[in-house]
């Protein structure tokens, strides 16, 4: 292979991977806001750990402040009252949402019921059995 066909390689990956309409798979979107008691506690007893989880690889957490712009890819979720408010998204859709934290327990039970919910090439992370954090029973959690 020859210089000229291996920058050609490396240019089509960097185009594709930067075009701003293709939008990633699932994803939970936490909103949330300063001096939110809940979403206070939901970071020491589930936040500490989520990026551990099969669920995290699924859909990785990312955190948006409701007071501040809403991204562009996010424009289409319906209006956000409540914090911390948790939405599970797949390639732009809304699939599903928790509305406060219940508790670490139901948590991860809501959350595992929504990710069942996704397409079979977005749960690929979820094939495996795992344990989280709430729950040492070895079940599959999503």
């Known amino acids: ?11 089509a990956g960097v185009i594709l991977l930067s075009r701003p309409d293709q939008v990633a798979a699932a994803e939970l979107v936490m909103f949330e806001q300063d001096m939110c008691e809940w979403c206070e506690v939901w970071h020491e007893e589930v936040g500490e750990v989520y990026a551990k989880t099969d669920e995290s690889r699924t859909a990785p957490l990312r955190r ?6 809403r991204p562009t890819d996010l424009k289409e979720v319906r209006r956000i009252q409540f914090t911390p408010t948790f939405v599970l998204m797949d390639e732009g859709r809304e699939v599903g949402r928790i509305l406060g934290y219940p508790g670490e327990s139901f948590f991860w039970e809501l959350l595992g019921q929504m990710l069942k919910k996704l397409p079979g ?7 495996a059995p795992s344990v989280s954090p709430a729950q040492n029973q070895g079940e599959k959690t999503c």
């Open 64 to 69: 948006i402040d409701i007071f501040e712009t």
């Open 121 to 127: 090439e977005s749960r690929r992370a979820c094939l």
């Open 1 to 11: 292979m020859d210089v000229k066909n291996i920058l050609y390689f490396v240019f």
